[in-house]
């Protein structure tokens, strides 16, 4: 099958912006195995980052993941937290993600996301066997990686961070994503 990207193929940003705006179950039309490979750690977490600005411009929470398979390299789900846009308190990027994968045997997979995940999704990950998670943004949110590295979950820190423009405009908003509704009322 001919893809439009393959090894000859420069990961640039508007290639990593495709590759995150197609659905993952078309991704095999967009790029081969050859492509896939050459997805180094960095270029995964800006697919993630895109992901976020996505959720950002369509009025939410900007926060992206990204699940690839270790072996291949391939994405095998993607997402971005649809918090308000679905006005579900728990569509966060890395659920997000998981669900687009389905049922896999996450242990063989490594997810990649733009913040540190909550409380929630760290469990999640840690049920879900997850064996590695790389966080993007510490430095505006952390605090779960202990948690997940406790239960033998290979953390890493590859830092991208967002534009720190999404908590000065909407910090409540952002207290409802990390804390739930009811955080919100201590405001």
């Given at each position: 099958?001919?893809?439009?990207?393959?090894?000859?193929?420069?990961?640039?940003?508007?290639?990593?912006?495709?590759?995150?705006?197609?659905?993952?179950?078309?991704?095999?039309?967009?790029?081969?195995?050859?492509?896939?490979?050459?997805?180094?750690?960095?270029?995964?977490?800006?697919?993630?980052?895109?992901?976020?600005?996505?959720?950002?411009?369509?009025?939410?929470?900007?926060?992206?993941?990204?699940?690839?398979?270790?072996?291949?390299?391939?994405?095998?789900?993607?997402?971005?937290?649809?918090?308000?846009?679905?006005?579900?308190?728990?569509?966060?990027?890395?659920?997000?993600?998981?669900?687009?994968?389905?049922?896999?045997?996450?242990?063989?997979?490594?997810?990649?996301?733009?913040?540190?995940?909550?409380?929630?999704?760290?469990?999640?990950?840690?049920?879900?066997?997850?064996?590695?998670?790389?966080?993007?943004?510490?430095?505006?949110?952390?605090?779960?990686e202990r948690l997940l590295r406790s239960?033998?979950?290979?953390?890493?820190?590859?830092?991208?961070?967002?534009?720190?423009?999404?908590?000065?405009?909407?910090?409540?908003?952002?207290?409802?994503?990390?804390?739930?509704?009811?955080?919100?009322?201590?405001?």
């Amino acid at each position: 099958m001919n893809t439009l990207f393959d090894s000859l193929t420069p990961v640039t940003d508007e290639v990593l912006t495709a590759v995150a705006h197609m659905p993952t179950a078309s991704l095999p039309v967009l790029l081969d195995d050859a492509f896939a490979r050459r997805l180094r750690d960095a270029d995964l977490m800006r697919i993630a980052v895109l992901l976020a600005k996505k959720s950002y411009d369509e009025g939410g929470c900007p926060i992206g993941a990204v699940i690839v398979d270790n072996a291949t390299r391939r994405l095998v789900g993607k997402g971005h937290n649809t918090l308000v846009q679905e006005n579900h308190p728990y569509n966060h990027g890395e659920t997000a993600a998981i669900r687009d994968a389905g049922r896999l045997d996450f242990n063989r997979t490594t997810l990649f996301t733009s913040l540190s995940p909550c409380d929630v999704c760290a469990t999640l990950l840690h049920m879900r066997g997850f064996a590695r998670v790389v966080v993007g943004d510490v430095s505006n949110a952390s605090g779960t990686e202990r948690l997940l590295r406790s239960k033998g979950v290979q953390v890493d820190i590859l830092e991208d961070p967002l534009d720190a423009r999404f908590r000065a405009e909407q910090p409540v908003l952002e207290l409802e994503d990390w804390q739930g509704l009811a955080a919100t009322h201590k405001c």
